[in-house]
């Protein structure tokens, strides 16, 4: 199986290299280059051809959620995972808008960057559990206004699924929920392929906000 292939984009030389070190270590994980703002980020996606980048938000000449922005319109098929120092509300919301897949504050363990990476890489969103909290949140918000009825799903699902489903609102991994239900982790993948196919969304993100849409969280 091929690499997956990471681009490194923040403005810290020593953050670049102590995450290189990191992921050198990890069979499967290939960093192909690096950039220190915005525009050396697009000028290296055409030649370097990454399936993954680590963006940071805050960086001189073209920050992260601009350049998000514009990968999202010239490189669609780039996944792109923020990692950055700081978890405000609006950045995240301007993050995740702008078409990032994944959101990780700069403390996370090395673990569950990886563990982002590679669900990156299949296209499955990743937010540390912080950030899926205000995510639910900010939409349980705007859901509380006066508005259209809340949408039903065609096909319910089991006592079982919802019970996955509250775990991942939550922002637990497949692993963290399968142990919390003792289940075994294929299982719970099992479980959550129907989920996402009754609430008719792509990815954990989308399935935690249709759900609290539909009212199931």
């Not at 990454?50 to 601009?66: F, K, Q, S």
């Not at 995240?92 to 403390?107: H, Q, T």
């Not at 299949?122 to 705007?142: D, H, M, N, W, Y």
């Not at 079982?160 to 719970?188: C, D, H, P, W």
């Amino acid at each position: 199986m091929k690499p997956v292939r990471v681009l490194l984009v923040d403005d810290q030389s020593l953050f670049r290299e102590g995450l290189r070190t990191l992921l050198s270590i990890h069979p499967g994980l290939a960093v192909v280059g690096e950039a220190a703002n915005g525009e050396e980020t697009l000028a290296r996606v055409k030649t370097l051809q990454p399936h993954v980048i680590l963006m940071d938000l805050r960086m001189p000449v073209m920050g992260g959620v601009e350049t998000t922005r514009r990968l999202r319109a010239s490189h669609p098929e780039c996944r792109v995972i923020v990692l950055t120092t700081f978890d405000d509300d609006e950045e995240v919301f301007e993050a995740l808008r702008a078409g990032a897949i994944g959101y990780l504050l700069k403390d996370a363990p090395s673990e569950k960057l990886v563990e982002a990476i590679r669900a990156a890489a299949c296209g499955q969103s990743f937010l540390q559990p912080s950030i899926t909290a205000k995510v639910v949140a900010e939409f349980s918000r705007l859901s509380a206004a006066p508005g259209p009825r809340a949408p039903t799903l065609r096909e319910p699902l089991s006592e079982r699924e919802g019970e996955v489903l509250r775990q991942l609102a939550q922002g637990m991994s497949n692993k963290e929920i399968a142990a919390t239900l003792r289940l075994a982790e294929g299982t719970v993948k099992n479980h959550m392929s129907n989920i996402l196919g009754k609430l008719g969304v792509q990815d954990r993100t989308q399935a935690a906000l249709k759900a609290r849409e539909c009212g199931l969280i």
